[in-house]
Structure formats: C-alpha cells, structure tokens
C-alpha cells in the first residue's frame, strides 16, 4: 500500500457512489463508515429528504436520503442500497446512496472543472468532474451539497430525539 501511496501522492482518494444512473465521489477522508440500509424513525414534518434518525452504536445518526436531496432518480430500496457516514463540519450524519461502488484515486490530471450551465440552478456543490476512460463521475463537497440550514436543521432534530 505504501508503494501505491508514494505512486499517487499528486491524486486524491474518493469513495465511488451511484445515485440513480450518474457516478458521483466523495473526498474519502469525510467517510466514517460505510453500512448496509437500515431502518430509521422517522421526525415529523421534516424535509422530505430527511429520512429520520437512526442508533448507530449508542449514537443518534440523522439520515438524509441524497437521492431526494440532489433530486436524482427516486428513492427505492435494493439489497445495494447504503447509508454511508460521514464527518461534516463535526457532525455525524448518514447519507443514503443507490450502491457503493470503489474508493478510487483520481489524479488532478484527470480532474476537469465542473461545465457551465444555467445559474439559477444550484450546483455550486459540485467540484469538479473525473473522466476514467469512457466514464465521467460527478466530485461532490458534501458541506455544500447540505447547506448549513441542513445542518443546523439535522443538528436540532437530533438533539430532539436523544
């Protein structure tokens, strides 16, 4: 592994994910842990991409479904479905994804900056865009993708229900 550290230290590593039919990838280093769907409960009138709460270990979890977020394919359960953990800003949630696919490293040569497009639409969470032969998979800083009102929103109705 260290031979393949030194190898790719101008890359960075991400955790591959499908929503839908698009790839997308995360920066690696705000996974926690990657875990099979389970069942939440769910907190009255939240957002509709907010799917509930959930005990992870003696800790109180806010999963967020990121296919409803992002407003990418619908929100159906297949035994590949997973809740991936994250770290962000300090704040433990889960995000529930179509189907796990690598951590992979993508070299900076391989990375493209995000197109152009209509601006009243939000995407400012997407970074930058990785072409691994024929494929194109969509980087995504998690902090934009769930602004601070979802985090603060998350927060609250975790505190809630511990």
Known sequence: MNEQK???????RYLCFSLGNEKFAMPLLQVKE??????????PQAAPYFKGIMNLRGQVISVIDLRVKLKVGKASTTPETTIVILDVNGLSLGVVVDSVNSVTSFENSMINEPPVHDSSTKTDYIFGVARQDKDLTLLIDLEKALNTD???????????AA
């Open 150 to 160: 979802d985090l603060k929103t998350m927060k609250s109705q975790t505190m809630k």
């Open 34 to 43: 990657v875990i099979a769907n389970t069942e939440t409960t769910n907190i």
């Open 6 to 12: 030194n190898s790719t230290e101008s890359a960075s």
